[in-house]
């Protein structure tokens, strides 16, 4: 990717500017970029450190959402689904769910939802609900004791366990078509031409500096924070989202398949599905009003989620949660009482039809399952506005990643390579068909082979590749270009390894490696994305 040069933006005019470096901005970006538009994307953070990197990671329909009878959603979502197991076979894969049932309101429900499921995806690769007897379904997943299992249905939606590099793949595929993205770039307020959105104010987080960029369209695509970009146009608009925060906890692997629970009483869903060798569970859905920088897991979160899956997994105990994710949803503020009966449906608001601001776009709520189509929709508003005619080729042209690597492949590059065959699988999931890019680092410097962590197979090769993937501090590398933050230990067992070799390409002196070790041990801890939590006696 492009290196940060805030000094040569100055000097350009952009077509558009994109706020916001999660997966629906970094899809705008792909889009636009594709559709030769001359594109910026800037994010205060790293990409994909928001809600994108605290989600359930799971590419879906939304099963759930039937009951509400939001067929155009589900729908949407199943054949974003399909299209991304075509655009992204290395990182969206499908993932078989138990639906357990010990009531007759599940069955019938059920027995009505999952056919009109399977009929909505009619266009689907994946296949079809099939009913489990109660002896099949402890077959499947011998530890589970529901009490009053009447049996289950299986089905099928898909996965993406590494949602960041998901993201990471759109910015990375945006650069190579010419957009610039630019991240810990903080946008602090809009300019102005008259009635229109000329540019915006950008800081450079990482210096301080102040700078000033022109474009002829602006889209706000800040996830939860996209309501203070909405202010910055000063015309007073009425609130555009409403923020809910939603926690997941990781705990040692507890069941065989992804098991999905239904509560229709008591209006309750989780979800404890695999995920590397652990489980992850989920999910809360409570009103959220605090700092939107720091969002951080209560125990009563946890005892919540525990509480459900412990109807099905009684011996799961606070003690074996090795720690908790906690993000916000931003959604489309539509004046329901509750943000569980807000739609997930998203919207792109033309501020100059709304506020008569022209220039600014907005775009609000969305799954992460429909990003491409949201990207699209709102690519093709800023065509309008260009007086562009061009058309999205999202849903055809692979990311950069796509195919995965044959078995053939990767064991070739074992023999070749030398690594373990465990490694080479790694290296073959997180980076798709370009795991050879990491592998001829390896070859040019062999300690580039050397494994990271105990408890993951990444190797000091990717701290060098993740440089050129825009990786500008320890957190980025730990948590959004491995999988060494994922881990049982959170990457402490590895901090001061990464922080040095960082540090020797960077150009960090003692003082600054130590800060980044500090800075990324003080987010483990508190809650910055990942917490652990204890019971009231401080045991883990």
Known sequence: ????????????????????????????????????????????????????????????????????????????????????LSIASHLVHPRSFIIPMN?????????????????????KSLPSRQRLTRHETIEMEPDLELKGLKGSYLYYDCQAP???????????????????????????????????????????????????????????????????????????SPPVVRRSKGIHIV????????????????????????????????????????????????????????????????????GDVLYTVAGLRALADSGSRSTRDLSRKYQVIDHEKKDGVGGFISVLGGKITAYRAVAEDTVNLVCRKLGLKTLSSTAKIPLPGAPSPSQEAMEQAALESGLSMDTITHLGNLYGSRFR??????????????????????????????????????????????TVGMR????????????????RLLGWNPDEQRRQVEDYRNSAAVGQGFRWETDDAGRK
């Not at 492009?2 to 558009?16: A, P, V």
């Not at 957009?179 to 800081?203: D, F, H, I, K, M």
């Open 103 to 123: 009531s007759t309101s599940q069955r019938v429900a059920l027995a009505f939802g999952l056919p009109l499921y399977d009929m909505l995806s009619f266009d």
């Open 251 to 318: 705990t040692p692997q507890i069941s065989r398949h992804a098991i999905a629970m239904f509560s229709i009483a008591k209006g309750r869903h989780f979800f404890i599905i695999p995920w590397l060798d652990y489980s992850l569970i989920g999910i809360t859905d409570t009103e959220y009003s605090g700092d939107l920088d720091i969002v951080e897991a209560k125990k009563e979160d946890v005892v919540y989620i525990l509480e459900g899956v412990r109807e099905a997994f009684p011996s799961l105990e606070l």
């Open 1 to 84: 990717m492009s290196k940060r040069d805030f000094d040569s933006l100055k000097f350009e005019t952009f077509d558009l500017i994109v706020v916001g470096g999660g997966i629906m901005g970094a899809g705008i970006a792909r889009d636009a970029a594709l559709r030769g538009i001359h594109t910026l994307l800037l994010e205060k953070q790293d990409f994909a450190s928001g809600t994108t990197s605290r989600s359930s990671r799971l590419i879906h329909g939304g099963l759930r959402y039937l009951q509400h009878l939001d067929f155009s959603l589900v729908r949407q979502g199943l054949r974003e689904r399909e299209i991304l």
């Open 162 to 236: 590494f949602v960041e590099r998901l993201c990471l793949e759109n910015v990375i595929a945006a650069a190579e078509l010419g957009a610039s993205p630019v991240n810990y770039a903080e946008v602090t307020g809009l300019q102005r031409l008259g009635s229109s959105v000329s540019g915006v104010q950008v800081r450079d987080v990482l210096s301080g500096e102040a700078y000033k960029v022109r474009s002829r369209l602006v889209v706000n695509a800040t996830g939860h924070w996209a309501q203070s970009v909405v202010e910055m146009m000063g015309t007073g």
């Open 488 to 503: 049982s230990c959170q990457g402490l067992d590895a901090t001061d390894t990464i922080a040095r070799e960082m540090g």
């Open 437 to 482: 890019r990491v592998l001829d680092l390896v070859e040019k410097d062999a300690r580039g082979g050397q494994n990271l962590c105990p408890h993951s197979p990444d190797i000091l090769a990717q701290v060098w590749y993740s440089i050129d993937e825009g990786a500008i501090t320890l957190s980025d590398f730990l948590l959004r270009r491995s």
